[in-house]
């Protein structure tokens, strides 16, 4: 079960959102198809971006290929429990710097990898599937077996499947974590106390 | 006329990822409720973050209020021009250190900022509502006059409202501008060259 902590608000949301969570564990029968994978990199591609810098790029591994088993050796222990039986890892890539400088490509590069991560997941949604995101994996490892440029960060790491329990799919509301509450984000105009 | 550039993939998209578009006037006639404000705010606030630090908070001006008004001032002289009349404006604030130290609060705070802020625009697209979120305003003055200690940063802001144009708003589809194809985005396994 999973513990529901959520406002009247949260009851309006957009059911994509409303039903988003990070899965815990995935069908390790699911597969994905090739045609689906282009269309969560297409929604990531056409996400806002700073200056249209489009500061992104994918590792794309599906359950089963090369590029996949190329991937999984470098999960961290608490990582390779769960994530490889994802019908698909994505190693999700930021352009961090102008090539061979220490100068940023673009004050946004993470941010922008962020929205382009979270468009992709709402375009997951959209086809009944759900993405966790992790950072447990060796960064360095990833990058020097795929041959990413110092100039590329390999930021995070999403898994793509369907949870292992279908019912977790199907209820009204999934918001399976705490949250600070509403008042707290809107910043507080008049106390304007440092957090 | 919009700019159309799309390939068979982007007519899959969830329709609030293939309609969105950043405007570049909105309509000043456009009233926001608040109870539409705090849906878009509850949309950021269920976004992911790493370990759930849930590094974000906002600054929100409705058109007419009092917080608009301080808002407007320090936008620079590119949006000036557009900016304010849009329904809300609202300003996008990071967590990006410890508090009183120059330690990073999380890695990932400007990501996640921007994952909050794709939540976000993902519940005004399900409102008919449309974002353009912008750099071009002044960080330090917003900061100075909402009281927001260093340890916070004014990272961005989002203009929320209808565009001028309502047909602008009815197409099968929104892709207002260029995007690297998606081959582009794959990291180039074999070849694997430096961008």
């Known amino acids: 079960m999973h513990t529901r ?3 009247m608000h949260a009851l309006g949301l957009h059911p994509l959102l409303r039903r ?4 815990s564990s995935f069908d390790s029968a699911h597969e994905l198809g090739s045609d689906e994978v282009d269309l969560l990199l ?21 359950r089963g290929d090369d590029v996949h088993a ?11 429990t769960w994530a490889p039986s994802a019908s698909v890892l994505i190693a999700n890539l930021s352009h961090r710097y102008v090539e061979d400088t ?7 590069a993470l941010y922008d990898l962020g929205q382009a991560v979270a468009h992709l997941t709402f375009q997951a949604q959209a086809l009944d599937l759900f993405v966790r995101r992790f950072r447990a994996f060796d960064r360095r490892g990833v990058a020097s077996e795929f ?6 960060e390999v930021t995070t790491m999403s898994a793509i499947g369907r949870p292992c329990d279908p019912s ?7 918001l399976a974590r705490q949250r600070r509450p509403l008042a707290a984000i809107e910043w507080r105009i008049r106390s304007a106390s440092a957090e």
């Open 102 to 108: 220490s100068w940023d490509y673009s004050e946004f």
């Open 20 to 23: 988003r969570f990070s899965p």
């Open 42 to 62: 297409e929604a990531a591609r056409w996400a806002p971006s700073a200056g249209n810098s489009q500061p992104w790029a994918f590792i794309v591994g599906r």
């Open 5 to 7: 902590s959520y406002s």
């Open 70 to 80: 190329r991937l999984v050796p470098y999960l961290a222990g608490s990582s390779a």
């Open 147 to 152: 041959d990413v440029p110092p100039h590329w």
């Open 168 to 174: 977790a799919m199907g209820g009204p509301l999934r």
